[in-house]
C-alpha cells in the first residue's frame, strides 16, 4: 500500500516568514495529493490540493508544488501569521486502477507554531 | 445542511465492552471513510465505503467493523474494546475518494 513520509515533525517561525512542509509518498500511482490543517481541538479542514498532471498551485499565501519524478510534494506558506499555527497533514490518493475509488494516506503531522 | 454528524464527542469504554461510534452526512457523497488521530501517527484509515452496500479495509481494520446500508450513514462498530482503541476517531465524507474530504467532530474514545 502506499505510505507518506512527513517532515518536520514541528515547525517553529517567526511572524512574516515562510514556513515549508515536505511529504513523499511511495506509490507512483498516487494521483491526489490535498493537505489539511486542523487547528487544537477541531476537525481536519482541507486549506489546498493538487493532481498529479499539475506541477504548481497556489491561493493566496498557500502554494503547493509536487515533483512525480522524485515522489515528492510540499506546502509553502509565505508571511506566515499567528493564526497559522496548527497542525497540518498531507496525504495521497492512491487507486489501483486509476479511478476515484482508492485510499487516501495520510502524513503523521507537522506542528506548526508562528511567534508574534 | 448539516455535513457531517458524528456521534458521541466522548465515551469511555470497559475493556471488552461494544459501542457503534455513528456518522452521517447529507451531502449525498459516495465515498465515507473511518480513522483514527493517535499523537505523532497522523490520521489513519480504518475503513472506507465508496457506496452504500460496499465497504473496504484500511491500514488499521483489526476490532473494527463497517457497513453502508445507505448513502448518508456510515457506523463504525467496536466488537471488544481493548486499550490500544484508545484515541480520536474522525468520521469523513467526500464525493468520490479524489475529492475534498469533509470531516466530522470527532470522537475522543477512552478504553479503562
Known amino acids: 500500500g502506499e505510505n507518506v513520509e512527513q517532515h518536520p515533525s514541528t515547525l517553529s517561525v517567526q511572524e512574516g516568514d515562510s514556513a515549508v512542509i515536505k511529504c513523499t509518498y511511495s506509490d507512483s500511482a498516487s494521483n491526489y495529493f490535498p493537505w489539511y490543517k486542523q487547528e487544537l481541538g477541531k476537525r481536519p479542514q482541507l486549506i489546498i490540493d493538487i493532481r498529479s498532471n499539475v506541477g504548481e498551485k497556489k491561493d493566496q499565501r498557500i502554494a503547493v508544488t509536487l515533483n512525480k519524478t522524485a515522489k515528492h510534494f510540499s506546502l509553502h506558506i509565505t508571511e506566515t501569521q499567528p493564526e497559522d499555527s496548527a497542525v497540518y497533514f498531507c496525504?495521497?490518493?492512491?487507486?489501483?486502477?486509476?479511478?476515484?475509488?482508492?485510499?487516501?494516506?495520510f502524513g503523521q503531522g507537522t506542528i506548526l507554531t508562528v511567534h508574534p | 445542511n448539516a455535513g457531517v454528524t458524528q456521534t458521541p464527542k466522548f465515551q469511555v469504554l470497559k475493556t471488552g465492552q461494544s459501542m457503534t461510534l455513528q456518522c452521517a452526512q447529507d451531502?449525498?457523497?459516495?465515498?465515507m471513510s473511518w480513522y483514527r488521530q493517535d499523537p505523532g501517527m497522523g490520521l489513519r484509515l480504518i475503513h472506507y465505503?465508496?457506496?452504500?452496500?460496499?465497504?473496504d479495509q484500511g491500514e488499521v481494520p483489526n476490532g473494527y467493523n463497517v457497513s453502508r446500508s445507505t448513502t448518508e450513514d456510515f457506523p463504525l462498530r467496536l466488537l471488544s474494546a481493548a486499550p490500544s482503541q484508545t484515541s480520536v476517531y474522525f468520521c469523513a465524507s467526500s464525493l468520490m475518494g479524489n475529492t475534498e474530504a469533509f470531516f466530522g467532530q470527532g470522537t475522543r474514545l477512552t478504553v479503562v
Open positions: 496525504a495521497a490518493f492512491y487507486s489501483a486502477g486509476g479511478t476515484s475509488y482508492g485510499k487516501l494516506t
Open positions: 451531502m449525498n457523497h459516495e465515498y
Open positions: 465505503s465508496v457506496g452504500a452496500g460496499i465497504t
